[in-house]
């Protein structure tokens, strides 16, 4: 069965560089939410996206910003990166619709290192 | 704000022991609670959730988890575990009256002895 894909899974970047982030739901799946686990910690919530709009917003920087297309892929753009931004983003994507039984599917995440 | 906490940072377990991990959780509304499990180098992966109805619920591979609403617990157990458990599990809570969003615990790392 197809799963969430993200890319890439891997990056490293320089502080105060810029970062994207994609993440391709579980086809017909169209709410995506990103999470951010840093080193030793749990995943913390970031921010949601159904049907295109912003459905819920966590503690994510103003330094970054999110969106959903109308393919129902999103991308997480990071920038002026900083040290504590090193971190492993997950992706995971639910559906049809905003329900409260909606199962959350993670995709791999995406290793980002800040140097 | 809503917190969950897990007790057992990391668990050593020999193959055929009991496990139990503890969850607890802090909102006094309807949630819905999950148990994730991570095996190294993988991604996120639902063991079993609750929403409503029996609080003794079974996930995969011989998990269950216990729901006790006055306690505000939810506790993963499994009666003989297996090397290839060896994974880190993350307890996990949706409110119901508002976001969707999950609310992880700082997870247990569970390693198993052959």
């Known amino acids: 069965a197809a799963g969430v894909i993200q890319s890439p899974r891997h990056l490293i970047k320089e502080k105060r560089e810029t970062a994207t982030l994609k993440c391709y739901p579980i086809?017909?799946?169209?709410?995506v939410y990103w999470y951010q686990q840093g080193p030793g910690q749990d995943p913390q919530f970031l921010i949601s996206?159904?049907?295109?709009?912003?459905?819920d917003k966590g503690s994510i920087p103003d330094r970054f910003s999110a969106q959903q297309f109308s393919d129902y892929h999103s991308e997480l753009n990071m920038s002026s990166l900083e040290l504590g931004d090193s971190a492993l983003y997950f992706c995971?994507?639910?559906?049809?619709?905003?329900?409260?039984?909606?199962?959350?599917?993670f995709g791999p995440g995406t290793r980002l290192t800040v140097l | 704000a809503q917190s969950v906490s897990q007790h057992n940072h990391h668990v050593i377990l020999s193959e055929a022991a009991s496990l139990e991990l503890g969850c607890n959780y802090s909102?006094?509304?309807?949630?819905?609670l999950f148990w994730y499990v991570q095996y190294p180098g993988q991604h996120l992966q639902l063991l079993l959730k609750?929403?409503?109805?029996?609080?003794l619920v079974k996930g995969i591979k011989g998990f269950e988890a216990e729901f006790i609403k006055s306690k505000f617990s939810f506790n993963l157990r499994k009666p003989s575990v297996q090397w290839s458990d060896t994974a880190e599990y993350f307890c996990?809570?949706?409110?119901?009256?508002?976001?969707?969003?999950?609310?992880f615990g700082s997870g247990t790392r569970l390693l198993v002895r052959p």
């Open positions: 995971a994507s639910s559906s049809p619709g905003l329900g409260i039984y909606n199962e959350q599917f």
């Open positions: 086809p017909r799946h169209d709410t």
């Open positions: 996206f159904y049907e295109k709009m912003q459905s």
């Open positions: 909102y006094g509304g309807t949630v819905n």
């Open positions: 609750y929403f409503s109805g029996d609080p």
């Open positions: 996990a809570v949706r409110q119901t009256d508002s976001s969707y969003k999950l609310i």
